[in-house]
């Protein structure tokens, strides 16, 4: 007997006799378990297929790319990301209310109240200003006052620039027409265009003075003298056609001393800052002269300005082809070649 307890209590025996019991209720709690556990992801990944394909679910359809075709087909592509709002709703419906309570505002109305301003247009005095018989007035409320005397300025500038009364038609020494409204006559003040030289200061007081005597009020004019350096009559812009203007002429040409070298390239240019209509060009065409370069870089400045060029010497002229003449040819100028001796014939 005690042989027979003995060997009921090995532990290999009573594991195999625990197992035997218990193997069939724990093959059946897994089965169950497992079978839980697929049918759980079964259900779902069919809920979540079905969304995709009708369009279910919280997010709504969903515009992954957008393709835009020109005629060229070039395409462009916008991301998503590109298709959002970047104001919040309740942004878009202040605007929204915004854009209903005012109406658009017709900016050309403001032009009408540039004389409202007091301030006188460029080139006028405020003796010269007139008032409007009529006044624009905008709806009250749309813009605060500084923001209509701003509008009202740029108004006024626009209108300055436009051009004012017909052109008219000049001579000097003889030139070709000089038609315009805004001339600027460039003299050489060298040592060689002075007393000393061809004397051409004195006579180019005369000519000048004579030509711009003709303009109106509305032509401008500016005289600019150089050698190594450029200088204007009272200052570097265009002047009205006053009488005050035109009586200073004499005396600036007169005033010159004529001494130094010469810049043609930079005197050119000091007239083309100006913006006239007609440049013209009063010259020996002393050393050193213009290059074909500088040529072609003047006439890539001078958008359309006609250039003029006048040339003094002692003598016929001894060359066939000079930068003056080529200056003249590619700016819609003339040129004039002027022997100073026949002046005292």
């Known amino acids: 007997m005690a042989q027979g307890i003995e060997k009921s209590n090995q532990p290999g025996d009573l594991g195999s006799a625990l197992e035997t019991s218990e193997s069939p209720a724990r093959k059946w709690q897994s089965f169950l378990l497992s079978t839980t556990i697929h049918t759980g992801l079964l259900v779902a990944l069919a809920l979540l297929w079905t969304s995709r394909v009708i369009g279910g679910g919280d997010e709504g359809p969903r515009s992954v790319q957008i393709v835009l075709a020109s005629a060229a087909d070039d395409n462009e592509y916008f991301e998503e990301a590109d ?18 309570d005012q109406s658009p505002i017709d900016v050309s109305e403001l032009v009408n109240e540039v004389a409202t301003i007091d301030m006188p247009l460029p080139g006028m005095n405020s003796s010269e200003m007139t008032s409007p018989t009529q006044t624009a007035a ?14 009202a300025a740029e108004s006024a500038a626009i209108i300055a620039r436009q051009p004012k009364g017909p052109a008219t038609t000049l001579r000097v020494f003889g030139s070709g027409n000089l038609s315009g409204r805004k001339f ?28 711009i005597n003709q303009l109106e009020t509305y032509h401008e004019f500016q005289i600019v003298a150089y050698h190594h350096r450029t200088m204007t009559i009272e200052r570097r812009e265009l002047l009205n056609g006053t009488e005050n203007n035109k009586k200073q002429v004499a005396g600036f040409i007169n005033n010159l001393a004529a001494f130094g070298g010469t810049e043609h390239e930079l005197a050119v240019n000091s007239a083309l800052s100006l913006n006239p209509d007609v440049i013209v060009l009063l010259t020996d065409g002393g050393s050193p002269e213009l290059n074909e370069s500088q040529v072609e870089r003047l006439r890539r400045s001078a958008g359309g300005a006609q250039i003029h060029c006048v040339q003094f010497g002692q003598g016929p002229l001894q060359t066939k082809s000079n930068f003056m ?21």
């Open 83 to 100: 298709l959002e709002p970047t104001e919040s709703p309740a942004e878009n419906a202040a605007a929204t209310a915004v854009s209903e």
């Open 138 to 151: 905008l709806p009250a409320g749309q813009l605060s006052e500084a923001q209509r005397k701003m509008l």
């Open 325 to 345: 003449k080529q200056l003249a040819a590619r700016n819609l100028g003339t040129y004039r070649y002027i022997d100073v001796n026949e002046w005292n014939q």
């Open 184 to 211: 600027v006559f460039v003299i050489d003040r060298s040592r060689s265009m002075g007393a000393q030289g061809l004397n051409v200061l004195s006579a180019a007081a005369k000519e000048l003075t004579q030509a």
